[in-house]
């Protein structure tokens, strides 16, 4: 179980590193579109979500400790995503 | 039984003060990356291209090291939560090798953002400039006090594994000084695609 816990945390960190190329190459390549946006957003979400899990270990922590940042990065991400989507009213 | 497969913990790791000043920062943090969001909304080109000139490839190195010395950290944590009364010794050398990688990750973290910054100041660019900058040096310079900061944790830290300061029974300064150091990558994940890729 300790092993097993153990490669965890290496497994997260090779995921969090694939997920942090993949937003560069979209920024450096410049591939990112209105739609890729909205993956950019999830990729952040779980990566965020991993870091709180796994880093801060809250998956071992009772309901509502665990998920208050998990919340809080689901509003903001959400929040950020209605302001990048939403249309712009035209200015006269 | 190992501390591992217990039922769940009643509250998070670290002394609760730490989880306060936590949701204080993220809720901080929030507000200005959905105030960053929204004022985005009134001027996107001018956004668009005052972005163009930060380097992106500073942010992705500054990623990649956040996340790795969080990784370090983590190591070290899990090096408490499997030490026992016989290796109490061993468990802190060992913590403190893993705290040593992620303070010269911390080091070089604000280096780099250090030059960044050079670089951008050397452009005349200030917090008046437009309103990407004030957004872009506001998060970015409240960001990187609260990576020295964290840096300077992690090194009391590690001076107390140098003097096999923690036991079994009691580590949560270091759960505290880890918990924070996990919140400063948190908010860098969330602030790189924000500032440097979304447009």
């Known amino acids: 179980m300790k092993m097993k816990i153990k490669r965890t945390l290496e497994y997260v960190w090779i995921f969090l590193v694939i997920l942090t190329i993949f937003a560069y190459l979209l920024g450096y390549l410049k591939l990112i579109s209105t739609s890729l946006v909205g993956v ?4 952040t979400f779980i990566k965020g ?7 801060m270990g809250l998956k071992g922590v009772a309901g509502k400790y665990r998920f208050i940042p998990v919340i809080w990065l689901g509003v903001v991400i959400i929040l950020i995503a209605i302001a990048y989507y ?3 009213p035209a200015t006269h | 039984m190992s501390k591992f497969i217990a039922l769940k913990e009643k509250y998070p790791p670290g002394d609760f003060g730490i989880w306060i000043i936590i949701y204080v920062e993220l809720i901080t943090f929030g507000l200005f990356f959905i105030g960053y969001a929204i004022s985005r909304r009134t001027n996107i080109e ?6 163009l000139m930060l380097n992106q ?3 992705f190195i500054n990623t ?5 010395s969080s990784y370090l950290v983590a190591k070290g944590i899990y090096t408490m939560r499997t030490m026992t009364q016989d290796n109490i010794k061993e468990s802190n050398t060992k913590a403190s090798k893993w705290l040593a990688f992620a303070i010269v990750c911390g080091v070089a973290f604000l280096f780099i953002k250090i030059s960044e910054f050079y670089h951008i100041f050397a452009q005349g660019i200030t917090l008046s400039t437009n309103k990407f900058f ?3 040096l506001l998060l970015t310079l409240f960001h990187f006090m609260h990576v020295f900061l964290g840096t300077i944790i992690l090194f009391n830290i590690r001076q107390r594994t140098k003097i096999a300061g923690y036991t079994p029974d009691d580590y949560r ?3 505290s000084g880890a918990s924070y150091w996990h919140m400063v990558d948190l908010l860098w994940i969330v602030l790189f695609p924000l500032i440097y890729i979304i447009r």
């Open chain 1, 40 to 43: 950019l957003l999830l990729t």
């Open chain 1, 49 to 55: 979500a991993l870091v709180s899990d796994y880093f």
């Open chain 1, 86 to 88: 939403l249309p712009v």
């Open chain 2, 46 to 51: 001018m956004f668009n291209s005052s972005q």
């Open chain 2, 57 to 59: 490839t500073s942010g």
């Open chain 2, 64 to 68: 990649f090291i956040l996340i790795s």
């Open chain 2, 134 to 136: 004030m957004f872009y």
């Open chain 2, 173 to 175: 300064g270091f759960e």
